[in-house]
C-alpha cells in the first residue's frame, strides 16, 4: 500500500472518529503542557536558589504528574482502540493485510503524537511564562522579570520522552491485538457475551476489611507524626478496599433488591435494576477509578489552600510582636537566676542597632523552654539520651514539644492578670490530645487546667508543639529539671540541661527596609537568635505558597484525568447501549419509560462515585488535619470549611461534566 493512500485513509479515519480523537488530543495536551510546566520550573535557576526547600517537592510532583499523564493517555487510547474492533475486522475481511492495518493505525497514532507534542511544548512555554509569574506571586517573590524565566532543554527532553513512552505503549499494544486477533475476534471484541455477574463473597469481604480497616486508622490515630507515619498505609487500603467492594458490592445489593418481588417487578425499576446489574459488574473499576480521583483532587485542594490561606494566620499567632530576640541559657551560666545582666545587654544591642528616626517600642522580656516529652495516657514522662541509665522505651509517636512559661512572664506579655495556685496551669487550646484536656500530669503531678488561650505565645514553629503556663518561676525550674537528661557530656563533662530561653519582643516605628539585615548582624554572636514576622511569613509562604502550587498541578492532572474517564466512559455505552436501547423500542415499551430507566441507571452509575468520595473526605478528615500540622495549621474549623468550599465546588464542576456527557450519551443511543 503507498504511503499516501495510508496517509489519506488515516486522515479520514481521525476525522470520522473526530468525537474520540479530539477530546483525546486536546486532554493528552493539557497535561504534557502540565508536565512541561512543571518540569520548566523544576529547571529554573531562580526557582531552585529563592526556593530550595520546594525543588525536592517540586521535583516528586513533576514525577506524579508525568506517570498519570502516560495512565490516563494510555486508558483513554484503550477505550478508543476498543470500539474500533469492528472496523478494523472489516479491513482484514476486504483484504488488506495486518502490515497494511497496522501502518495505518501508526499513522493515526503519529499525526495525534505529533499534534499532542506540538501543542504540549509551545502551550506549555506560553503558559509556563504566566505559570512562572503565578507561582512567584503566590510564594511572596513577586515582581520577578519574565527574564528569569529563559528556554531550556531539559523539560523539552522531559516532555518528549513521557510523551513518547505513552506513543510506544500505544503503539506496541495496537500492533500486538491487530497481529493476535482474528477478523471475527476483532468483530466481537467490543461486545462479548456475558452471562449474569455472580456474587464474589470473598472480594466483597476483603474489600469490607481493606476498606473498614483504613477508615478505622483514619478515624483513630492521633498526632501528626503517627498521622504521617500511617498514612499511607491507611491511603493504600482504601484504594484496594475501594476497587474490591466496586466490582462486587453492586452486584449483591441490585439481587437483593431483585428479590424484593413487590419492587422489582415495576416496569422502570425491573429495567433499571436488571440494567445496572450488568452495568456496574463491568465498570466497577472505572467507577473505582472515578471515585479515587475525586477523592485526590477534593482532599488536594483542601489541604493546599487551607495551608496557603493560614499564612497570615500562623504567623501572627506564633509572633507575639514584630521582632523577636531568643537567646539560650544553660543550667551552668551565671545567668541562670538571675537575667538582669543579660537583659540589659540585648536591650543594648536592640537600640544601638536602630538608625535614623527609627524608634524601639514595647520591648518586653520573658522566658520559655522547649522539652521533648513521651505523651502516655494523659501523663508526660521524660525522654533521656540513648545509652542513659535512665533511658526507657518510648513510641516516637507519641512524642510532644512542650513550651513551659512562667505565670509572671505570661502576665507581663500579654497584659493578663491570671492567678493560679500550686498545680493548676493555662494551656494552650490548638493541640488537640494537650490542649483538649481538663487534667493532665506534668512533671509527676496532676494540674488542672483554669484557662485556655489559643496560639502559641512561645513563638516556636515546631510541629507537635503546645504551651503551658505555670504558676511561678519555682515550679517553671521543677518542671526543667523532671525533664532534663543530665547524663550528656561535653568536653569530658556532664552538663546540665536544665535550659531555657530569655526572649525579647518589640516592634519598631518608622522602621527602614534593612531593619532586619542589621539586626541579623548585630546578633551572629553571643549565641542569640533573631527572628520577626516578616522573615518568618517569607518562609511560611514560601513553604506553603509552594504546596499550593504543586497541589494545584497535581489536583489538575488529576481533574483531567477523571473527565477523560467520565467522558470515554459515557460514550462507551452509549455504544453499547444503543442496540439494547433499540431493541427495548421494538418490543413495544414506551419511549418515555425507556429514557426515563436509562437517566436512572445513568444517574446512579455517574453519582455513585461522587457520593463514595464525599465519604471518603469526611472519613479521612480528621487524619489529614493531623498532617496539617506540617503545614502549621491549627484551625480545625478553618479547615473544615475550606473542604467544604471545595467539596462543594467539586460537585459543581462533577454536575457539568455529567449535563455535558450525558446529553452525548443520549444523542448517541438516540
Known sequence: MKSSLMLKMAWRNLTAYKQFNIPFIIASSFMGM??????????????????????????????????????????????????????????????????????????????????????????????????????????????????????????????????????????????????????????????????????????????????????FVALTTEGTIAALTIFFGAVLAVIVGTYLLFISLGTFVLKALRRRKRYYYKPENFLTISGMLYRINSNGMGLGSIALLSTSIILTIAMTSTAYLQVDKIVESSFLDDQQITRGISGDEEFYQNNSPLEEKIEKTIYDTAKGDESIENLRFYRSSMSPVDL???????????????????????????????????????????????????????????????????????????????????????????????????????????????????????????????????????????????????????????????????????????????GILIGSIFLIGAILIMYYKQISEGLEDRKNYEIMAKVGLPDKIVRKTTRRQILWIFFLPLAVAVMHCIVASKIVFQIMRLFLVKEVWFFAENLVIVTGGFVVLYLLVYLVTSKIYYRIVS
Not at 55 to 61: I, K, L, S, Y
Not at 183 to 200: A, D, T, V
Not at 460 to 471: G, R
Open 376 to 550: 502516655d495516657k494523659g501523663e508526660m514522662k521524660p525522654i533521656y539520651s540513648p545509652g542513659s541509665p535512665k533511658a526507657k522505651a518510648y513510641n516516637e509517636m507519641n512524642v510532644r514539644y512542650l513550651v513551659i512559661i512562667p505565670l509572671e512572664d505570661y502576665n507581663k506579655v500579654m497584659g493578663t492578670d491570671y492567678k493560679l495556685d500550686g498545680n493548676e496551669v493555662i494551656i494552650e487550646r490548638g493541640h488537640s490530645d494537650i490542649g483538649g484536656r481538663d487534667t493532665f500530669k506534668l512533671a509527676g503531678t496532676e494540674r488542672k487546667v483554669t484557662h485556655k488561650f489559643d496560639g502559641n505565645i512561645g513563638g516556636d514553629l515546631a510541629v507537635e508543639s503546645a504551651t503551658i503556663i505555670v504558676p511561678n518561676f519555682d515550679d517553671f525550674r521543677k518542671v526543667l529539671e523532671y525533664y532534663a537528661n543530665s547524663d550528656v557530656e561535653l568536653n569530658g563533662k556532664k552538663v546540665s540541661q536544665m535550659n531555657y530561653n530569655l526572649n525579647a519582643i518589640w516592634h519598631v516605628r518608622n522602621r527602614q527596609a534593612d531593619y532586619e539585615k542589621r539586626m541579623e548582624n548585630a546578633c551572629q554572636d553571643d549565641y542569640i537568635l533573631y527572628g520577626s514576622r516578616e522573615n518568618a511569613r517569607k518562609l511560611i509562604m514560601d513553604f506553603n505558597g509552594g504546596f499550593f502550587f504543586i
Open 34 to 215: 502540565l508536565f512541561f510546566i512543571g518540569a520548566s520550573l523544576l529547571d529554573n535557576d531562580f526557582v531552585k536558589t529563592r526556593h530550595e526547600s520546594l525543588v525536592m517537592v517540586m521535583g516528586f510532583a513533576v514525577i506524579i504528574v508525568g506517570i498519570f499523564s502516560i495512565v490516563f493517555i494510555t486508558y483513554a487510547n484503550k477505550l478508543i482502540s476498543k470500539q474500533r474492533g469492528k472496523e478494523l475486522a472489516l479491513y482484514g475481511i476486504l483484504g488488506l493485510e495486518k502490515r497494511h492495518i497496522n501502518g495505518i493505525m501508526l499513522t493515526e497514532q503519529n499525526i495525534c503524537f505529533v499534534v499532542i507534542t506540538l501543542i504540549s511544548l509551545v502551550g506549555g512555554r506560553v503558559f509556563g511564562k504566566l505559570t512562572f509569574l503565578l507561582f512567584n506571586k503566590i510564594t511572596g517573590s513577586g515582581g520577578v522579570p519574565l527574564m528569569k524565566y529563559p528556554v531550556t532543554a531539559s523539560p523539552i527532553i522531559m516532555t518528549l520522552g513521557v510523551l513518547f513512552a505513552a506513543y510506544l505503549y500505544v503503539a506496541i499494544r495496537g500492533v500486538g491485538k491487530i497481529y493476535k486477533s482474528s477478523p471475527i475476534e476483532l468483530m466481537s471484541g467490543s461486545k462479548k457475551p456475558e452471562g449474569e455477574p455472580k456474587n464474589r463473597w470473598i472480594l466483597m469481604v476483603l474489600g469490607l476489611l481493606f476498606l473498614g480497616g483504613g477508615y
